[in-house]
């Protein structure tokens, strides 16, 4: 029996996130974790080997940014997937990873599935 992949779905638009996380539970082939909390995806980020997939959003509000989320998440695990995700055009990300995939808002289910697959695969080259 396969593992399931860990996704963390991180955005502090409640409703965005919510969504989100249903719709990765649905395809049941992953595990989900949602938050809205910058401090709340540290923490389950520090746990070793414990996220696949990071789904975050570019800004969050009161909080640092989503950017940094994925700088933390590269340094604790290098075979991270990034999915970075924002209402603003891509050009506010290109300061993002290298590995990250962007998809902006808002995106549809095949979408996100394509985008996690092509951040999976990205993190093979790294």
Same mark, same amino acid.
């Given at each position: ?16 996130? +919510?969504?989100? @996380? %249903?719709?990765?539970?649905? *395809? ?7 938050? !809205? /909390?910058? #401090? ?30 994925? +700088?933390?998440? @590269? %340094?604790?695990?290098?075979? *991270? ?7 603003? !055009? /891509?050009? #506010? ?34």
């Amino acid at each position: 029996m396969n593992k399931k992949r860990i996704v963390l779905v991180v955005d502090d638009e409640h409703s965005v996130m +919510e969504t989100t @996380v %249903a719709f990765l539970e649905n *395809v049941r082939v992953f595990q989900v974790i949602g938050t !809205s /909390s910058f #401090e709340c995806a540290a923490t389950h980020l520090a746990a070793p080997g414990c996220i696949d997939v990071l789904v975050c959003d570019y800004r969050l509000w009161r909080a640092r940014s989503g950017l940094e989320l994925c +700088e933390i998440a @590269v %340094a604790l695990n290098a075979a *991270v997937a990034i999915v970075l995700i924002s209402a603003e !055009s /891509s050009d #506010e990300a290109k300061s993002r990873p290298q590995r990250a995939i962007f998809l902006r808002k808002p995106f549809g289910r095949v979408e996100l599935l394509h985008g996690i697959k092509a951040a999976t695969l990205r993190t093979k080259d790294v």
